[in-house]
């Protein structure tokens, strides 16, 4: 495929938003300068704290005519292998501030789950984790070995953070949740501070402007914790994609509508951390006037992306990119194939594009069964 023109990649849906409104000072404001700063400041000073590469995909840029793509690796993230590891842990921190001997808790997916697990070690602190009947043995493992007692739940990812408000409330613990719900803004707001990091860092990566940028969203705390980055950081603002499974469209659909809309999931994506029905309260002042576009994919192309990555289709590097690194990709190709949709968005020779590898292989055993998979769709 490195040398065809066309992949035959097609959008699920797409929608422009009727209400766009970059208004960089609105932005920041919503979690305050001082969060975002602070949130650089305290990560980049932690010890193996490294800059996560940026790549770019040279094949892919030749072969879909644009001036550079640029990949953010965050496989590299420290060792927990996803941009994840940014927010959990630095809400940790902050949450600890001015208190002894607290004990944390959190429901998780599992990602979100080993940041905080991971922040909790770091500083010698109790953590509890809460976890639904769904989640791996694999992801729960890697949160045990970061020294959290793991509680199952029964049902679904709601009744596990049902269940640690509860116990959480009963015992006197902090709960560190990346999800916004009324009167618990403040931890939400600091893991997206810790999320700009990656924006931060971007900028002194490159001299390029970026133009268009291709943001994934579960929840939006990711794809707002960016656009934060973009506010305080980027001299231009880019044109903002968003990508959501099309089962889970949750900021697509709130956007078209233009205030919150809730999806009911009928079947859940191979995209996990992506899988929400709701978008979250904070994220969502940031998303509703800073988006352009908001795309959705089906899980089609997720395995042989992951394979793609892996074996240089893209540019010389091995790259390990997990289920949630590769919606960027697959939307900015399904874009280009859409001659219309490409001119809208400007998206031409002159184009520096940024994608999000979120994850590398976060769930080693789902991780090896796509990528045998996406190889076979290859012949490879
Ligand atoms: C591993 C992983 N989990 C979850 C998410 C979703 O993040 P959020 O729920 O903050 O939108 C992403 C990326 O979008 C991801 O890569």
Redesign the pocket.
């Known amino acids: 495929m490195g040398n065809s023109k066309n992949f035959g990649w097609k959008l699920s849906r797409y929608i422009f938003n009727k209400n766009f409104n970059f208004n960089r000072q609105n932005i920041i404001n919503v979690c305050g300068e001082k969060n975002i700063i602070d949130a650089y400041k305290k990560i980049s000073g932690w010890k193996d704290y490294n800059t996560t590469p940026l790549i770019e995909l040279k094949k892919l840029s030749d072969n879909l005519k644009l001036k550079n793509i640029f990949y953010k690796d965050?496989s590299k993230r420290f060792h927990l292998k996803?941009?994840?590891a940014l927010?959990g842990a630095y809400a940790v921190e902050r949450v600890k501030e001015g208190k002894k001997n607290i004990t944390v808790s959190t429901a998780t997916?599992?990602?979100?789950g080993r940041s905080v697990a991971w922040g909790a070690q770091r500083l010698g602190l109790k953590c509890k984790i809460f976890i639904s009947e769904y989640v791996s043995d694999a992801r729960a493992e890697e949160m045990r070995k970061l020294g959290a007692e793991i509680i199952r739940v029964k049902g679904n990812y709601e009744k596990s953070l049902e269940e640690c408000i509860n116990q959480s409330n009963k015992n006197g613990w902090e709960i560190v949740q990346?999800?916004a719900w009324e009167n618990y803004e403040n931890v939400p707001k600091l893991?997206m501070g810790g999320?700009s990091v990656m924006i931060k860092e971007i900028s002194n990566q490159t001299d390029q402007y970026i133009t268009h940028i291709f943001?994934?969203?579960?929840?939006?705390?990711?794809?707002?914790?960016a656009i934060l980055g973009v506010a305080q950081y980027f001299k231009r603002i880019p044109k903002i994609i968003i990508v959501e499974p099309e089962n889970a469209d949750c900021v697509l659909q709130s956007v078209d509508k233009g205030s919150l809309q809730k999806v009911n999931i009928k079947k859940e994506s191979i995209?996990?951390?992506?899988s929400?029905g709701e978008v979250?309260l904070v994220?969502w002042k940031i998303l509703k006037n800073s988006v352009n576009l908001c795309t959705s994919i089906s899980d089609k192309n997720v395995a042989k992306t992951i394979a793609m990555l892996k074996n240089n289709y893209f540019c010389e590097k091995n790259i390990i990119g997990?289920?949630?690194?590769t919606?960027g990709i697959i939307s900015l190709i399904s874009v280009c194939e859409n001659q219309d949709l490409k001119n809208k968005i400007s998206l031409d020779e002159n184009s520096n594009v940024l994608v999000?590898g979120?994850?590398g292989d976060?769930d080693e055993i789902l991780y090896k069964k796509l990528l045998d998979d996406g190889k076979k769709e290859l012949g490879i």
């Open positions: 965050e996803s941009f994840k927010g997916a599992g990602n979100h990346d999800v893991t999320y943001l994934q969203a579960g929840v939006g705390g990711m794809a707002s914790g995209m996990g951390g992506m929400c979250s994220p997990g289920e949630c690194a919606p999000i979120c994850e976060a």
